[in-house]
């Protein structure tokens, strides 16, 4: 059975991209207690594309590259949603697909027959955590996330 997390845009900029700036050493411990609690990391097409799009550079794209490639674990999520599922929770806005859609991978990767464990949603964003309740989807609060490190240590951004 997997334990698998899907990571929201918030927080891979948080980790990704501050923490990943100032504590590579830091962010290899946060990744290895994540690797012992969850199988893979999943990011959504999606939230994948809000972290490209914060920042029209190709820097984010290189860090991504670099950071799946030091742990594999963390890999683009293999169930696939459309467009039109997105728009049936989401309506017209744009601004949050990204959640949209790691919430309803999280209901699709239960649904489905294979060795899911237990599914979790690592987001910051409050009206996220709302969303994915009202849905039915365990969530991991950034909060909770940052308490558990902050006492062996690790500061992680806010």
């Known amino acids: 059975m997997l ?24 962010l290899n411990k946060v990744m290895s207690s994540l690797q012992l609690e969850y199988e893979q990391i999943w990011i959504s097409q999606e939230v994948r594309n809000e972290f490209y799009l ?19 674990f963390i890999v683009s999520c ?43 949603f690592l987001t910051a964003d409050k009206n996220a955590i709302k969303l994915a309740k009202k849905y039915f989807v365990n969530v991991l609060p950034y909060a909770k996330l940052r308490e558990k490190h902050l006492e062996t240590g690790i500061v992680l951004p806010k």
Do not use: W
């Open 54 to 72: 914060k920042r029209a550079d190709r820097k984010r794209q290189r860090r991504l590259y670099k950071v799946k490639a030091k742990y594999p």
């Open 78 to 120: 293999p169930i696939g949603v459309g467009v039109n599922e997105i728009r049936l929770i989401n309506g017209i806005k744009e601004e949050d697909k990204g959640e949209t859609d790691a919430i309803i991978q999280c209901n699709k990767a239960k649904s489905q027959d294979r060795r899911f464990n237990d599914i979790h």
């Open 3 to 26: 334990n698998i997390l899907l990571i929201d845009n918030d927080v891979m900029v948080r980790l990704f991209d501050e923490f990943y700036e100032y504590n590579k050493e830091a």
